[in-house]
């Protein structure tokens, strides 16, 4: 293992955005029992602390791989077209007119039932804008179209939050 290893290298999976979840979590137990800093108690601070730069790698690579977005995000970044969401928030007009409309709905739902719905409805459309990137990265490899991709699909995920936090002020 090499500290330089990309996180897909570290963790001995293609590089693609389809992962097997199980097979990640597998990985990463295996790779948090070799670089567990309690392993090299008995080797001293130095040893200690290389081990514990090691586990903090291999936390920080598990968190990217596990998480859709995140690693769509890295596989962009990777192939030279980083999401850049702080600097490009710049959305289709249909997407855009989608998220005003989800907003007024939010604001007009009075009742759990009536934020359930919107809730499963944009949980549908996480579900379709997930498997059109799984195609764009995986299928045509555009990471182009897949950057822009990721930030529509962060948009939606910060919504579905927004959603939740709605739905526990509901439930006071």
Request: charged content about 30%; glycine content about 2%.
């Amino acid at each position: 293992m090499k500290l330089t290893s990309d996180d897909f290298e570290l963790f001995g999976v293609p590089r693609r955005f389809e992962q097997d979840r199980a097979a990640l979590d597998a990985r990463w137990r295996s790779l948090q029992a070799e670089v567990h800093p309690d392993r090299f108690a008995a080797d001293g601070a130095a040893s200690q602390r290389v081990a514990m730069q090691w586990a903090v790698r291999v936390n920080e690579a598990y968190e990217r791989l596990k998480d859709p977005v995140q690693r769509a995000a890295y596989l962009c970044e990777l192939n030279g077209r980083p999401v850049e969401i702080q600097n490009n928030t710049a959305m289709p007009a249909a997407f855009l007119v989608q998220q005003m409309e989800w907003r007024e709905a939010l604001d007009d739902a009075e009742s759990e039932d009536e934020v359930d719905a919107l809730a499963a409805q944009v949980a549908a459309r996480r579900n379709s804008a997930l498997a059109e990137l799984r195609d764009t990265l995986d299928g045509r490899r555009d990471f182009e179209t897949a950057a822009q991709q990721v930030r529509a699909l962060m948009f939606i995920e910060r919504f579905a939050q927004d959603i939740d936090q709605r739905l526990e002020a509901l439930g006071q």
